[in-house]
């Protein structure tokens, strides 16, 4: 498998937690974080099914699409490769923690994030280039660059890591109960305030619901979640980016309800029948 040698960034300094001591001792990124790629299998559609392994150390965490309140979103750059006509991510389900006061959404110990890939020449190699900049948290939080390069021909065998993470992605709410759907979109100081309500059967343990909206236009600062009996609400707070405007497209709400035992999406604020 493809080795990654993780590089800290250059702003380290201003990512520590502000409750650190300044005296704290920064962590070398290589005895946080080890990653590999996982070249996996050629599905039958042509596609080939790799996968990005993360190994982190005992009490740290990384971080999954959004971070929740706070912590540093994982970005993955794949322009430079050669043969790649598209890449999705299959996200795993993640869960939720309190870092320094705040809830974070990610994942501890070991992630392995599949990454379907579409070649441009259907059947040949895909000449696999990315840089990946992550968070990593525990006292300090850390971002840490990383860069491969690796050849991937799809050759490989069935891999159990990799399909045990397409399995324990995320599952629908509806199939978890979920009921109906409202969305309220009211004027708030430099912005909007976003408000979705899930009637559905409470989860056991903490519940966080995370609101997304698809459209660059807007900057989205999640909140707390509030439940209320077979009612759970989620809130955010949209502001426009600098010299843009747009509408809000209600059926482009990505709505997800992260839970102790599992992560529940829904897009839209309406239920189909």
Sequence with gaps: MSKIKPIIAALLGACLWASSPASAQVPRPSDIVAAEIRPGWRTETGTIMAALHLRLARDW?????????????????????GNLAGARLHWPAPRLFTKAGYLSIGYADDL?????LTPARAGQPIDLRAALSIGVCDDVCIPVDMTFAVALDGRGGPDRAIRTALENGLKTARGAGLSEVTCDIEPARKGMQLSARWTMPQRSGQEFMLLEVPDNVWRVQSMPSLRAGGQVTGHALLRARKGQSGAIDRSAIRMTLITTDGAFEHQGCSLTR
């Design 112 to 116: 392995v994030l599949p990454i379907e």
């Design 61 to 81: 965490i990384t971080y999954w699409r959004h971070p929740g309140e706070s912590g540093i979103a994982p970005r993955l750059d794949l322009s430079g490769s």
